[in-house]
């Protein structure tokens, strides 16, 4: 067994949880927030829509199988889903210091370690999963045992969007292939090969790159951290490639800011979906699927003008889980279609805006 | 809504008697579906001969019928019920197998039964391993290269081709029957000619040895929704069936690419398959790339869905059941949050683990060596949120003995990298034994192929105890060690003897003394509860465990006295299996019925017991006394009811009283001067009541001293076993002499109770209720085979048929004498032995009997429910009911297991050996007889007969038996003796020699290698069994040869006679309720 530090999370309401420190030492505040998936990890740490987050897993034993190496370029990592770790600490109740896999490079703490994120075990992570369920999520910060205790941080009043999303335009795929203008709010790898991987011309663009003087087929959406209202500039470029008539599809921020463009609101849910099990149902169909989820944030389906319809709905609370246009080429979803992590059976999504195209 | 309104009325097949491979799981599933039609307002009718089931209870099914799930019973069922649709999912691979059977002849559709759920064109896609592959080839996705032999020549050419080693599967059979692994061909031709007498096809396919082995539980809807309910995990590499593996859930070493990979195939196959309902997928898994192979699809509940039902707390069988009527996944709700969707997939915050129970130790001759063929006889899941947590507790849960992975007896194992790499039921302590050595993670792991990951846990628990050690009191231990430790998993006993151990004289103390340091530093479980979500969203149910793995309680606890905690009966073993999940669910009902808050604890995956239905409070774990103290002190009850769950919770009875629990009904000191035997005996002396003269002697000389004057037989019972069985009936000297030696200890220590044998006497059961030591209502029934065949196999009719009227009233007023001296209130059963109208007492339980559910179903008297509103202080009535009214007999008849059990001598003795029972009803002995001994296996010859009948006693006992068969125009084949005295007797017989002439023909093994017979009648000679017998070798080579086999002279009389006398179509067809 491992000599570790206790190390305490203390919630903006005082709740305290100890635990001990199993990653890097150092303070670290940030939103709480709570993940009910029971694999993937590396791709949640390495989620943009993570950013300034506290990630819980409620699944008790983490690490079991390591963490797969650094591979593929910070374009376009192999295994993870941007270039580093976006979360601002982890917290399970159980870490695995021994680890077993054929493609893990090292242990989940040595990768901690090296991206100087903190990692709490030992901690009730069910009792503290009901506590964010009944009051919402919340602001709290980790104090190792020893160091010096942090200021609580907001992210949700800074533009998370403008941090994670690139700074410079990459372009991915086949040259000859059809071009998509893919808007990085924060963007999962898995997006990008998803599109690729369908033979499509990825023209990758920062959040607020005017994209409209570009040449394309398509336009899409990434996915991204905190508060849609902080995308202005991209909503006003969305509204104006949605004159063109040209396929646009979204994902999550997407979803949100697509929203935003056709005239609807979007709203802070109480403590968010992040689940890879969250059921949602094509509207006016029998057609359910189990989705991957990320998200604080959601489209108020009441809000939406005429012309524009839910797509999607959550089978388990009502919420927006994806809207369309009733005429035109533009719709979204809320949940992951690129899953990683997660369930794959909405990978069609992609296939349907490809087609479009 | 999209239910198929057409339907009204179903039929649903049950799995009859529980055997290996085929067990309680299946009373669970069938007990979900009959809730989920009745529900919808269908009237149900259920067939299952298992009369001890919970689903064959009042109120599950609207019509229940007791007799054989064979298809001419079932076609006559049809054909008097004419239902609307018929379920085949529900009952295991008997109930599927039936019905492929009458969907092929045209049965189903003459009557137009419809099939609900899954097709059956696609359950035979998936049963047919020749079509699975070519159905799974269609869409890309490998399965294991395999092709189909039906004779050994064609198998020996395509393992040449694949190369050794390679496995064989028999198609048709489930739990792996007639599968094994084979290095060279000659082990290949004997494994072939085995399987291919229970199936018309093997399969040989390329052996994957040291792959993993994960499963996933899918679901689909008619609209083709698909979801996977959950995926599991062998601890055990592939080549381990997965019935003998440990099973832990969710996956532990798969990442999320291999996660989602596996379960997106698995979606693709029951898309193509055409699944409607549930089906598992099994694959064997690279542990060095994501390649893999599916092993294969059971399109039915199985015990994994039952398992993975608890596990999550998803109701597969009953979601099933809906998609059935034509519902779609969204038209359901989860059933435990009552508000969000049944589409989805459950999101656990605990870690599962599956343990299986052996009991090989009951078979003579059996091997231990576990592989691809399912021995196990039930199996225990416990829950924690650390996985060493989970597996300790299940450890514990197998009640084999063991306290945990550490703390347990030393086993001697002398060759540890041997036992290592041929694992028998005893690898857990093995792999103790190598971690302790010093052997290394990586060295054990290649020996094992056991995933490293998990071999890492358990190492972290070995180190936990090393450090225990270094301390000597509790006082010293630091308390975050002794957390750790708590968290880890160690119950209290492994925390004493690690830090005390050999100061630790006496057990209860040192465990009282660790539970009173724990509370002193506040070390303490918390109750969390299960609820498909991981608090996500909140649970309307109270599906529970304890953890020391957190710091808050999930529950809010009233302290209001108004719980009722009922003690379940832990694992299925054999001499304790379905029966007693009966009493308890009965017990529950009745506490819920009375106003109190009912509350369960039990772990057994395969039970109804542990349906977070069945009562308020279900706690998913452990029987222990320091569990069930830690739960007593959560609830704080009115009291707890220990006698309708076996000898587990019994057994707790002293140590519970000396807590000051309240006990329900018979009080601890009560029970504790029936369960002592030197206290009970002295009782019976007292009260003038006879028993079987019994000793308990410390020496050899003694044990001769007494055996000189009571005389052989005697029974044997040794307090400590080397090996084989626990209980043996010695002749005489040389028998005794070799079974102390090789079997058992005998000292100061180790006592052994030796008890004169009694030859020739009938064997009697008393069940019954008491109130205040007053017998309110009871059930004398009586077995059909002589003394000697333990209670547990005996054949029982009740009521009794030939039994004097003065025994009767003997038993009744003796019985009295009982309840009234041990002031028993609640339920209990004495067993006698009666010659001529003497009266033995052999035995006395002051808790509910194997027979509970059997009498009172036949009787209809429900006596749990009677015991339990006296154990909860009502004054009830004496029902006016007597067996004297009955119009009918009941016939209970005993499943047994051989054909799994390799090796093992399929013969009857003093320790029980059958693994389940069926109760079947008929106006007359011979058909009751008929249908009870059809439902277990039995079939009525159509060629010939073999006797083979020891002792002259036998002989004369199987005459008319003979004399019948003969006149039948049966064929008998005889060995030499017991064809010279049927000869001398007038019938006519064939000499066959016995296994020993290996020169002379016809010799009995070939008769059966030919199948000229269709009935082996074996008696052996006495109760003592020599592996090395000609009698073994026929005995067992019926076995495997899958002829069925009788080894009991009044038994067999019984079915000769019925079968003899009463055609199977002049068996009336008769419900429960008609009787």
């Avoid at chain 2, 009902?589 to 772990?603: D, L």
């Amino acid at each position: 067994m491992q000599q570790t530090r206790r190390a305490t999370l203390v919630l903006e309401d005082g709740t305290r949880y100890e635990g001990y420190s199993f990653g890097f030492e150092a303070p670290a505040s940030g939103e709480v927030v709570f993940n009910t998936a029971m694999t993937g990890y590396p791709e949640s740490l390495t989620d943009p829509s993570y950013e300034g987050q506290i990630l819980v897993t409620t699944f008790p034993l983490l690490g079991n199988y390591g963490v797969p190496p650094e591979g593929g370029s910070p374009d376009l990592s192999e295994h993870f889903e941007s270039s580093h770790i976006h979360c601002r600490a982890i917290i399970a109740q159980d870490y695995a210091w021994d680890h077993s896999h054929w493609l893990a490079g090292r242990s989940l703490a040595q990768w901690l370690k090296e991206q100087k994120i903190p990692g709490l075990y030992g901690i009730d992570t069910r009792a503290l999963t009901k506590h964010l369920r009944d009051s919402g999520s919340m602001l709290g910060k980790i104090i190792i045992d020893g160091m010096e205790e942090p200021e609580l941080y907001d992210p949700n009043a800074e533009n998370l969007i403008a941090m994670t999303s690139c700074k410079e335009v990459h372009e991915y795929g086949p040259e000859d292939g059809k071009r998509v203008v893919l808007v990085d709010c924060g963007i999962k790898h898995n997006i990008i090969r998803c599109l690729a991987r369908r033979g499509v011309r990825v023209i990758r663009v920062p959040w607020d790159y005017d994209f409209n003087h570009l040449d394309f087929d398509g336009l899409f959406i990434s996915n991204g951290p905190g508060n849609p209202d902080f995308a202005g500039v991209t909503v006003e470029n969305i509204r104006k490639a949605m004159t063109k008539g040209k396929p646009i599809c979204g994902i999550c921020m997407g979803n949100q800011l697509l929203a935003k463009a056709a005239g609807a609101s979007t709203y802070k849910l109480k403590y968010g979906h992040r689940s890879h099990n969250q059921p949602v149902r094509r509207a006016g169909t029998n057609q359910c699927f189990i989705t991957s989820q990320n998200h604080g944030f959601a489209v108020d389906d009441s809000t939406l003008p005429a012309d524009w319809e839910p797509l999607f709905t959550n089978m388990n609370d009502g919420t927006n889980e994806g809207i369309r246009h009733k005429t035109l080429p533009f719709f979204s979803a809320q949940f992951h279609p690129e899953a990683s992590s997660g369930p794959r059976d909405t990978e069609f999504f992609f296939d349907e805006f490809v087609n479009m195209l | 809504m999209n239910k198929d309104a057409s339907i009204k009325k179903v039929l649903l097949l049950g799995s009859g008697a529980l055997k290996i491979g085929e067990a309680g799981e299946f009373d669970y599933s069938g007990a979900q579906a009959l809730k989920a039609m009745k529900e919808e307002g269908i009237t149900t009718v259920l067939i299952n001969p298992n009369i001890a089931t919970v689903q064959t209870s009042e109120g599950f099914a609207d019509k229940i019928y007791f007799l054989p799930v064979t298809p001419d019973f079932v076609t006559r069922v049809i054909d008097r019920e004419r239902p609307d649709g018929i379920l085949l999912a529900f009952g295991g691979q008997t109930a599927l197998n039936c019905g492929v059977e009458l969907y092929r002849s045209g049965v189903l559709e003459r009557y137009g039964v419809k099939v609900l759920g899954t097709p059956v064109r696609a359950i035979i896609d998936t049963e047919d391993r020749e079509l699975f592959v070519e159905k799974l080839d269609q869409i890309d996705i490998k399965t294991i290269r395999s092709s189909a032999a039906s004779d050994i020549e064609s198998a020996l050419a395509i393992a040449d081709d694949l190369g050794y080693p390679v496995i064989v599967r028999a198609a048709y059979a489930l739990g792996g029957l007639g599968s094994g692994f084979c290095d060279n061909a000659e082990e290949l031709a004997a494994l072939v000619e085995k399987a291919l007498a229970f199936s018309p096809q093997v399969l040989i396919e390329k052996s994957l040895k040291g792959w993993k082995e994960v499963e996933y539980e899918v679901v689909r809807d008619r609209f083709d929704n698909c979801i996977t309910v959950c995926n599991m995990e062998n601890f055990d590499p592939l080549g381990i069936h997965t019935g003998e593996s440990i099973v832990v859930a969710p996956s532990q070493t798969l990442s999320n690419d291999d996660y989602h990979y596996l379960r997106s195939l698995a979606i693709k196959i029951i898309r193509h398959i055409g699944i409607v309902g549930e089906c598992n997928v099994q694959y064997a898994y690279d542990p060095s790339s994501m390649d893999y192979r599916v092993i294969e699809v059971n399109a039915r509940l199985s015990r994994s869905s039952a398992l993975a039902s608890k596990a999550t707390g998803y109701p597969l069988a009953f979601v099933a059941a809906k998609l059935g009527l034509g519902y779609g996944l969204f038209d359901l709700k989860n059933s435990v949050t009552q508000s969000t969707s049944a589409f989805f997939e459950p999101a656990l915050d605990y870690v599962v683990c599956k343990l299986p129970r052996w009991d090989l130790g009951k078979f003579h001759g059996v091997d231990r060596q576990i592989g691809s063929s399912m021995k196990s006889v039930g199996e225990v899941m416990a829950i924690g949120r650390t996985f060493e947590e989970a597996f300790q507790k299940g450890l514990r849960m197998i009640g084999q003995g063991m306290h945990g992975f550490v703390g347990n007896k030393d086993v001697k194992i002398d060759d540890i990298r041997g036992a290592l790499a041929a694992p028998t039921d005893k690898r857990v302590f093995v792999l103790s034994a190598a971690m302790r050595s010093g052997m290394s993670v990586d060295e054990i792991h290649e020996l094992t192929k056991i995933d490293r990951w998990f071999l890492y846990k358990l190492r972290n628990i070995i180190n936990t105890a090393a450090e225990l050690e270094t301390y000597d009191s509790l006082e010293a231990v630091d308390p975050e060690l002794l957390r750790r430790a708590k968290q880890q998993g160690f119950s209290d006993f492994q925390v004493a003897r690690s830090v005390l151990k050999d100061k630790m004289t006496d057990t209860e103390t040192a465990n009282l003394l660790v539970r009173a340091r724990r509370k002193e530093l506040g070390i303490m479980p918390v109750v969390k509860q299960i609820d498909t979500l991981a608090a996500e969203y909140p649970a309307m149910t109270n599906y529970l465990y304890l953890t020391y793995n957190g710091t808050e309680n999930d529950v809010d606890y009233l302290h209001d006295h108004r719980s009722v905690i009922v003690l379940g009966s832990g694992a299925y073993r054999i001499g304790s299996s379905v029966e007693f999940d009966w009493c308890s669910v009965n017990a529950l009902m009745t506490v819920k019925k009375e106003g109190w808050r009912s509350v369960m604890i039990n772990y057994n995956p395969e039970t109804v017991s542990t349906d977070y239905d069945a009562c308020d409070r279900l706690y998913f774990d452990e029987l222990t006394f320091e569990r069930v103290m830690d739960i007593i002190e959560l609830e704080q009850p009115h009291g707890v009811i220990l006698s309708v769950g076996g000898q587990i919770p019994n057994n707790l009875a002293t140590r519970l009283d000396a807590q000051h629990v309240n006990i329900l009904g018979t009080s601890a000191a009560s029970i504790d001067n029936a369960e002592d035997r030197h206290k009970f005996s002295a009782m019976l002396d007292r009260l003038g009541i006879d028993q079987p003269r019994w000793r308990e002697l410390t020496s050899l000389d003694d044990i001769h001293q007494f055996v000189a004057e009571v005389g052989y037989p005697v029974l044997v019972r040794p307090s400590y076993v080397l090996s084989g069985a626990a209980m043996n009936v010695c002749s005489n000297n040389e028998e005794l002499v070799r079974f102390l030696q090789l079997a058992a200890n005998v000292s100061k220590q180790h006592p052994v109770v030796v008890t004169e044998f009694i030859q020739d006497a009938k064997e009697i059961e008393m069940d019954a209720v008491a109130d205040h030591g007053e017998i309110m209502a009871y059930a004398i029934s009586e077995h059909i085979e002589y003394a000697g065949v333990h209670s547990g196999d005996a054949t029982i009719q009740f009521p009794p048929q030939k039994l004097y009227v003065e025994t009767m009233r003997r038993i009744k007023k003796v019985s009295a004498k009982i309840a009234k001296a041990l002031n028993i209130s609640g339920p209990f059963n004495i067993q006698y032995l009666a010659k001529e109208n003497d009266i033995k007492v052999i035995e006395c339980n002051l808790r509910a009997s194997r027979s509970f559910p059997f009498v009172s179903k036949v009787l209809k008297i429900n006596f749990i429910d009677l015991a339990t509103r006296i154990m909860l202080g009502q004054k009830v009535e004496k029902p006016a009911k007597s067996a004297f009214d009955l119009d009918y007999v009941g016939i209970k008849a005993s499943q047994f297991s051989f054909s799994r059990l390799q090796g093992a001598d399929p013969v009857l003795g003093v320790d029980m050996s059958s693994t389940g029972e069926v109760g079947c009803l008929g106006e007359m002995t011979s058909e009751a007889v008929l249908k009870s001994l059809l439902s277990v296996g039995q079939r009525i010859p159509q060629k010939g007969v073999l006797l083979s009948s020891g002792s002259v006693k036998h002989k004369l006992a199987m005459l008319d038996a003979a004399k019948m068969l003969d006149a039948r125009g049966y064929r008998i084949y005889a060995t030499e003796g017991t064809r010279r005295f049927l000869e001398e007797n007038g019938v006519r017989a064939t000499l066959v020699y016995k296994p020993s002439d290996t020169d002379m023909h016809p010799q009995a093994l070939e008769v059966l290698h030919n199948h000229d017979v269709d009935l082996v009648v074996n008696i052996p000679r006495d109760l003592s069994s020599d592996e090395i017998t000609n009698g073994y070798k026929i005995r067992r080579a019926a076995i495997d040869l899958n002829i069925p086999l009788l080894t009991n002279a009044r038994l067999a009389s019984a079915f000769i006679g019925a079968f003899t006398t009463l055609s199977p179509d002049s068996i009336e067809i008769k419900a429960w309720d008609e009787y």
